[in-house]
C-alpha cells in the first residue's frame, strides 16, 4: 500500500523555536508538497519541489523554508515558530506526468504557544 | 492567484437525500480534482476530470466538470452516513505548475 507518512500527528512548540516536519513517501515520486489547512481556508500551499535540492515557493512562503536533500523525504522547517503558524500541516507527493493527483499523508496538528 | 469558491460551505442532510456541491472559479483549469477527507487524515484523491462538459461517475457519486473548465459540481444520490466528511475541489493550472484548492463543503449524513 502506497503512503506518504508524516513523522507527527500532533506536535506542541513553544514561541521562538525552530520546528521540523519531516515527511517520507514511497512510491518514488517526483514532486512534494507542504500544505496548511485552516478552517475556512481550505488548504493553502506554502512550498512544493520538482526534484531533488529544487524547490519553489508556493502562495503563503513566508516564515517558512524546506529541505530536500533525498527524493523520498522533504521537510519543512519554521525557522522561529510563531503563533500564527499554529495548524495543520499536510504533505503531499505526486507522480512525474501526474502532478495534480496528489498522495496526502494524515497530517501534523503543529500548537505553538 | 486563482480562486476556487465552494457552495455550500455546510450541509446536514438525512440518509437517502441527495445533494449537490458546486465549485466555481472565474479562472480556467487544466483539469480539476475533488478529495474527500475524514477527520485526522489526508485528503484523499476521488476523481479527476480533464475536458469540459465531461461527467464521471463513481458509484452513487457524479463528477461534472463545466464547458468552459471554470467550474464542477459533485452530485451524491441517496446519501449515506459513509459519506460524511469534507469535500474539496481543486483546480489545476499546467502553467502554474500547482493547485489551488477550494475552502471546503462539510457534509455530515445523518442515519
Known amino acids: 500500500d502506497v503512503k506518504v507518512t508524516q513523522s507527527s500527528r500532533y506536535l506542541v512548540k513553544r514561541t521562538g523555536e525552530k520546528v521540523f516536519l519531516e515527511c517520507v513517501q514511497d512510491?518514488?515520486?517526483?514532486?512534494m508538497f507542504w500544505y496548511r489547512q485552516d478552517p475556512g481556508l481550505g488548504l493553502r500551499l506554502i512550498y512544493f519541489?520538482?526534484?531533488?535540492?529544487?524547490?519553489e515557493k508556493g502562495d503563503i512562503p513566508e516564515g517558512y523554508s524546506v529541505s530536500r536533500e533525498k527524493k523520498e523525504r522533504f521537510s519543512l522547517i519554521l525557522e522561529s515558530a510563531s503563533t500564527n503558524q499554529t495548524s495543520m500541516y499536510l504533505c503531499?507527493?505526486?507522480?512525474?506526468?501526474?502532478?495534480?493527483?496528489?498522495?496526502f499523508g494524515s497530517g501534523t496538528q503543529l500548537s505553538v504557544l | 492567484t486563482q480562486l476556487l469558491e465552494q457552495s455550500p460551505q455546510f450541509l446536514s442532510i438525512q440518509e437517502g437525500e441527495n445533494l449537490t456541491v458546486y465549485c466555481n472559479s472565474s479562472?480556467?483549469?487544466?483539469?480539476l480534482q475533488w478529495y474527500r477527507q475524514e477527520p485526522g487524515e489526508g485528503p484523499v484523491l476521488l476523481v479527476t476530470?480533464?475536458?469540459?462538459?465531461e461527467v464521471k461517475k463513481l458509484k452513487r457519486l457524479t463528477f461534472q466538470f463545466g464547458d468552459a473548465r471554470k467550474d464542477s459540481s459533485l452530485h451524491i444520490t441517496a446519501a449515506q452516513p459513509g459519506d460524511t466528511g469534507l469535500y474539496l475541489c481543486?483546480?489545476?493550472?499546467?502553467?502554474?505548475?500547482?493547485?489551488?484548492f477550494g475552502d471546503g463543503t462539510t457534509l455530515t449524513v445523518k442515519p
Open positions: 503531499a507527493s505526486s507522480a512525474l506526468g501526474a502532478f495534480e493527483k496528489l498522495f
Open positions: 512510491m518514488d515520486h517526483e514532486n
Open positions: 519541489s520538482y526534484d531533488v535540492k529544487m524547490k
Open positions: 479562472s480556467v483549469f487544466s483539469s
Open positions: 476530470v480533464v475536458t469540459g462538459g
Open positions: 481543486a483546480g489545476y493550472n499546467t502553467n502554474a505548475g500547482k493547485s489551488t
